[in-house]
């Protein structure tokens, strides 16, 4: 579903935002529309219906939700940003910054923000990108710091070959399908892949975190996805207050 709405002032920042929950997202818009810089331009609740609303209101910046069903949305934001160089992205997530903040800049995200951080950091992060900037918590900020102090992580050993963090984009995208109860097939549906490929990306899933058997990496997968995805609640919707259609591949 993607909604184009009427074009704001010239002089305010369009603003696109794509998320799965409507009434979160119905909330987000709201609140950017009461800003006196900022207007939306558009919304859009899935990956194929992102064109859409790009193509009917021309945002100078996307505020791109992390989870849009099973699409792979970090490969969505490579995509976006080989197509649309000049667009800003900010992603807006629930998923555990200390994993994926990283994960969505190297991509080519402009920033990544909480989706519980306070209203008004919402409102910083965007100011901050619409000047030239890139947006991420302090705690991201140090972590990044003292990641550059130390030595390049290829000296060391592997000892912690066993992490989640460790595991690459597309591993992290497979192993959170999978601790949504999607199978192989399903997967390799969705991801528009072949089985194999799937089953070789499991298989280095399970290397990589010393597990030996199928059912351990379902069972980790799930339990993982439990702890970090929750289904979204009710009180935090208000927080703020397929047929492929795209050009290029969003999955």
Same mark, same amino acid.
């Given at each position: 579903m993607a909604n184009i709405i009427g074009q704001p002032h010239i002089a305010e920042t369009r603003i696109l935002v794509v998320y799965e929950h409507?009434?979160?997202r119905h909330g987000v818009m709201d609140f950017i529309n009461g800003q006196i810089d900022m207007a939306v331009c558009g919304s859009a609740d899935s990956i194929p219906s992102v064109q859409m609303a790009l193509t009917g209101c021309k945002p100078d910046l996307i505020l791109l939700g992390l989870r849009l069903?099973?699409?792979d949305t970090l490969e969505f934001i490579k995509a976006l940003r080989a197509h649309y160089p000049k667009l800003l992205i900010l992603v807006f997530?629930?998923?555990e910054e200390t994993i994926f903040a990283e994960r969505a800049v190297?991509?080519?995200a402009n920033g990544y923000l909480m989706k519980y951080a306070p209203n008004e950091e919402l409102l910083t992060a965007i100011r901050e990108i619409v000047h030239g900037g890139i947006y991420v918590s302090r705690k991201i900020g140090l972590l990044a710091f003292q990641k550059?102090?130390?030595?390049?992580?290829?000296?060391?050993?592997? @000892? /912690?070959?066993?992490?989640i963090e460790n595991l690459s984009?597309?591993?992290?995208?497979?192993?959170?399908l999978l601790g949504s109860g999607l199978g192989t097939k399903k997967i390799a549906e969705a991801l528009n892949l072949s089985v194999k490929t799937i089953e070789s990306?499991? @298989? /280095?899933?399970?290397?990589?975190?010393?597990?030996r058997s199928g059912v351990e990496l379902t069972g980790l997968a799930t339990a993982w996805v439990m702890e970090n995805f929750p289904p979204p609640q009710?009180?935090?919707?208000?927080?703020?207050k397929k047929k492929k259609v795209l050009p290029f591949r969003a999955a």
């Open positions: 409507p009434l979160f069903g099973t699409g997530s629930q998923f190297r991509a080519g550059s102090l130390e030595t390049p992580r290829q000296n060391y050993p592997q @000892e /912690n070959v066993g992490d984009d597309r591993e992290m995208h497979v192993f959170r990306h499991r @298989e /280095n899933i399970k290397r990589r975190l010393g597990l009710k009180s935090e919707i208000s927080v703020v």
